[in-house]
């Protein structure tokens, strides 16, 4: 019996403290964003010991916020800030990588918003011009980039997957 009472007592006491702590909401999307929902989460593409990895966040103000890197047998080689705002009447893809364009945010317009990708350009920019997010089916991420070097067209095509939760043991 005092088995009992002392197993009645821990339950109150952990159903009270679960039911007592604040949930917090997500923040909700902006709705001239609401088409890139799916973004949402962290995308990876993982050979042997290298890992190309997108996340992508909504922040407090309702906006897409991300974070690209890349690493390298250990290493972080590359690692760049993302974020799709709201300018006015435009929506735009802002990049800023610490040492390029001196740390500087390279904006790119969107010009094309579907359920399942966007296209922004910058025509100004030296390399990527254009950038192509391509959503396949409901795990594939496809982002191309293309542009104009030295007067050569130039592209570059990035598959990552969707990353499964890693639950720790």
């Not at 300018?87 to 945010?105: E, L, R």
């Not at 542009?147 to 890693?166: C, F, T, Y």
Request: glycine share 4%; net charge negative.
């Amino acid at each position: 019996r005092d088995l009992f009472s002392l197993f009645s007592v821990v339950l109150l006491i952990l159903m009270v403290g679960c039911n007592s702590s604040p949930t917090e909401k997500e923040p909700v999307l902006n709705s001239k964003l609401e088409k890139l929902t799916w973004l949402k989460g962290i995308w990876e593409n993982r050979v042997k010991t290298d890992v190309l990895q997108e996340t992508w966040t909504v922040g407090e103000d309702s906006l897409l916020y991300g974070e690209a890197y890349e690493i390298i047998k250990d290493d972080t080689v590359f690692r760049e800030k993302l974020a799709i705002l709201i300018d006015k009447d435009s929506v735009s893809y802002v990049a800023t990588v610490p040492n390029q364009n001196d740390g500087q945010p390279v904006w790119f317009r969107i010009i094309s918003m579907t359920d399942s990708g966007f296209v922004c350009q910058n025509t100004l920019h030296d390399f990527p011009q254009i950038i192509r997010y391509t959503l396949e089916g409901s795990a594939v991420l496809v982002v191309k980039l293309e542009g104009i070097v030295d007067s050569l067209p130039r592209s570059q095509e990035l598959i990552m997957r969707r990353a499964k939760v890693r639950l720790m043991p």
